[in-house]
């Protein structure tokens, strides 16, 4: 089954330790996300990526990088510089810039400091 | 303004009834619309693209009103499944970008 991968479900991050979480898609989609959500909050944009090599800040990048060596794969590395890191992490991709192509998502990363 | 707004709720309806959500927007370049359903600690789930003629899925539709720039979403026949936060979401026009809405909150009561 096509679909998105993220893992580890659970992280815990230690005072000035960088972290990442793996995002891999098999939807052969063009661009991918990651969004980050707070408790009762919406979903923030941090980064994303709309080509291979390609990637661009969302509204909160901050303390916060990605890469894109790989169409399917598109990891998020949160740095000792986010502060506040705790919070649900969310990867999603689209197809193409086509008319009426919905994101789809990946189950989520829950991180938090120890 | 927000460039996407819901009320936050929550929407307590009694199995059966019928009810309805509304989401408004600011961007008059968003080109695409969709409702998301979220349950409490789990990803958004795409429920229904919304197209400007409207549409309905079972139990669901959805409007587009592009003058008064809002979308609505209307469940008909509620069930305890129902259950959740329902996401407006918009794609802006010739780019990647989706806005969420923070969502609204249905609570079905038995």
């Known amino acids: 089954d096509g679909g998105i991968t993220q893992s580890p479900k659970y992280l815990f991050r230690k005072e000035g330790q960088n972290v990442t979480l793996s995002c891999e898609q098999n939807l052969n989609h063009d661009a991918m996300y990651w969004y980050r959500q707070d408790p009762g909050q919406g979903l923030r944009l941090i980064y994303y990526?709309?080509?291979?090599?390609?990637?661009q800040k969302g509204d909160i990048a901050e303390g916060y990088s990605v890469s894109r060596e790989k169409k399917e794969s598109f990891p998020l590395t949160v740095t000792s510089a986010q502060k506040n890191p705790t919070a649900f992490y969310l990867c999603?991709?689209?197809?193409?810039?086509?008319?009426?192509?919905?994101?789809?998502f990946g189950d989520g990363t829950r991180l938090s400091i120890l | 303004r927000k460039e996407v707004e819901q009320d936050p709720g929550p929407f307590n309806v009694p199995e059966g009834a019928t009810v309805a959500f509304n989401c408004t927007y600011s961007n008059s370049a968003s080109q695409s619309f969709f409702w998301y359903r979220q349950d409490c600690r789990k990803e958004p789930k795409l429920l229904m693209s919304?197209?400007?003629s409207g549409n309905e899925d079972g139990r669901f539709t959805a409007q587009l009103n592009r003058a008064s720039q809002y979308i609505s979403l209307l469940i008909r026949d509620s069930k305890l499944s129902d259950s959740a936060t329902y996401l407006c979401v918009l794609k802006l026009r010739g780019t990647y970008k989706y806005i969420f809405g923070t969502g609204t909150r249905l609570k079905v009561l038995a």
């Open positions: 919304v197209y400007s």
């Open positions: 999603a991709s689209s197809l193409s810039r086509g008319f009426d192509q919905p994101q789809h």
């Open positions: 990526s709309q080509i291979v090599n390609d990637f």
